[in-house]
Structures are given as structure tokens and as C-alpha cells.
């Protein structure tokens, strides 16, 4: 009898262990589905209309995966892969450079890629002013030229290395030595916008950031070089963010390009679309942001 008692006991306390683990794990997961979900954004164009664009996407997100959903625009390209590093995002819209660092530094995963203009790649390219006489590269010598961001793909080591390329400029040199001044303008829109309202002789930019531009902008400008081709812009989360969340996010991101969503694409930099990515799609990316010097 004192066995069975002690069997009894035995029993009662696992399941007694069982329901307050059974407790815990509903209150974790009342907790994690309260929770926001936060979402970073570059400033690639205008942040002013990016706030707006934000509240609409997130009013979207909100409703398809049925979580509070907030973003915010960071200050620039590395703050954003700080905010993935500090818990302080749980998913990012950048480019391919400053993931790969991420991938490196914290972990970060990609999720999706863009697509613009029926492709998931897109080049760098060196704009002037159509007056400026500047036909050729070697014509900015001693000239002034906007990028959008030190830690950008098409917005500077993309451009930048167009001039390597070509023998202007060596590998490890300062650009500083090959142009009067190097300027960082914030984004792809203010570094053509430069160029365009003449602040500037040239931008090193997205191919695409002439999009930006008002129609009076667009035509006093033109593009002399372009660079190789680059994976288009990505979303990617944090480290350990939890598969469910991955998962619903992206299934409400890829809604997007149904013809009933597709509106809403203009609220999120206006690909045509998204498709599933992962690493090896930015493995030549790694490898410039390797031999530049951004990663071992």
C-alpha cells in the first residue's frame, strides 16, 4: 500500500508539474502574440513620406497576422542592422550590404527579396548633370559626388567600384584622393536630388533612384557608367525571432503581389513584387563587402 501511495504521489506531482508547465507556455504565448511586432526601414528616399507609407503597411500587417505591428525609419543603413542587433527591430527593409553584415555580426536571416522591373538585380550607376560637359568617368577627376550611404550596396561600394574597375581609382585607396569632396547624402533620392539642383557634379546611386525625381529634376540629368549587377533589396529578421512570427509575416508579405494587394506595394519602396530568399542569394555581395574591407 505505502508503494502505491508513493506511486500516487509520483504521479500527481508530474502531473501537477505538467499543467504548470502547460500554464507557462500559454502565458509565454499570450505574451509573444500581444507583443508588436516592429519592423525597421532605410531612409532610402524622402523619410517624411516613408512615415506615411509606414502606417499603411502596418495597419496591413496588423490585420493579415492578427499581432500589433509597428515601424519607424532609422537615422541611416547601420543603425538599422543595430536595431536587429538590440532587440530593438524584429525585422528590416535594407539592402544586400548592410545584411550581410548583419548575417555576419548578429545572425540576421533574409526572408525575401524585391522585385524591380521584373528582376530580383539591379545595378549602381554615376549620374551628372546633362549640362555639366561630364561625358566620362575620368571627367569627375577633382570633382564633387554624392552617395547615398557608406554602408550601401548600390548607394556606394557598388559605384564606388566602378572606378576600381576602370583604373581610376585603387582598391584600398581614399576616394577622398581621387574626388575634391565625398559627400554621404542619407539616401538614394537626396544624393540624385543634389546632383539634379547642382550641389553636386555626380552620384554614385541605385539605378532606380532617378525614379525619385520630380519630372523638371529628371531631365536636366543623365548617367555616364554603371556598375555590375546587385540583388535587389531585402527583408530580413533578427536572430531568434520566433518561426510562427517568420512565418505569418512573410505569407502577408507575398500577398502582395496579388492583383487585389499589388496597391500597396507603393507603401514599401514600390517593387514590382517579392519572392523567398535566402543567403546564397547574396553571396556576391559578402564577397564585395569581403573585399572592401566591411567584413573578414
Request: aromatic fraction near 10%.
Amino acid at each position: 500500500m505505502k508503494d502505491m501511495s508513493r506511486i500516487r504521489s509520483c504521479v500527481f506531482s508530474l502531473f501537477l508539474a505538467f499543467l504548470m508547465s502547460l500554464s507557462f507556455s500559454l502565458v509565454q504565448a499570450t505574451e509573444v502574440k500581444g507583443k508588436p511586432l516592429v519592423l525597421a526601414f532605410i531612409p532610402q528616399e524622402n523619410p517624411e513620406k516613408l512615415i506615411g507609407d509606414i502606417e499603411i503597411i502596418t495597419k496591413y500587417l496588423e490585420k493579415e497576422m492578427g499581432i500589433p505591428v509597428k515601424g519607424y525609419v532609422t537615422q541611416d543603413h547601420a543603425a538599422a542592422v543595430e536595431a536587429l542587433r538590440n532587440g530593438e527591430a524584429d525585422i528590416s527593409f535594407m539592402g544586400g550590404l548592410p545584411y550581410v553584415l548583419a548575417h555576419d555580426q548578429i545572425g540576421a536571416e533574409v526572408l525575401l527579396s524585391e522585385v524591380y522591373r521584373g528582376s530580383p538585380f539591379y545595378r549602381g550607376r554615376i549620374f551628372v548633370r546633362r549640362d555639366s560637359g561630364i561625358k566620362k568617368l575620368e571627367d569627375l577627376r577633382g570633382k564633387t559626388i554624392a552617395f547615398a550611404d557608406p554602408i550601401s550596396e548600390s548607394g556606394y561600394i557598388y559605384p564606388l567600384d566602378i572606378f576600381v574597375r576602370a583604373g581610376l581609382i585603387e582598391q584600398s585607396d581614399d576616394p577622398q584622393k581621387y574626388f575634391s569632396t565625398v559627400y554621404f547624402a542619407g539616401g538614394y533620392q537626396q544624393s540624385i536630388q543634389a546632383v539634379a539642383n547642382g550641389l553636386v557634379d555626380a552620384a554614385g546611386t541605385s539605378q532606380f533612384a532617378d525614379l525619385l525625381l520630380t519630372a523638371d529634376q529628371l531631365e536636366k540629368i543623365t548617367w555616364i557608367a554603371e556598375s555590375k549587377l546587385i540583388p535587389s533589396h531585402l527583408v530580413c529578421a533578427r536572430k531568434g525571432l520566433e518561426i510562427e512570427r517568420k512565418a505569418a509575416f512573410k505569407e502577408a508579405m507575398l500577398k502582395l503581389n496579388q492583383p487585389e494587394y499589388k496597391y500597396l506595394l507603393s507603401h514599401v519602396y514600390s517593387p514590382d513584387g517579392y519572392i523567398e530568399a535566402d543567403h546564397k542569394d547574396y553571396e556576391s555581395v559578402e564577397e564585395m563587402a569581403r573585399i572592401y574591407g566591411y567584413i573578414k
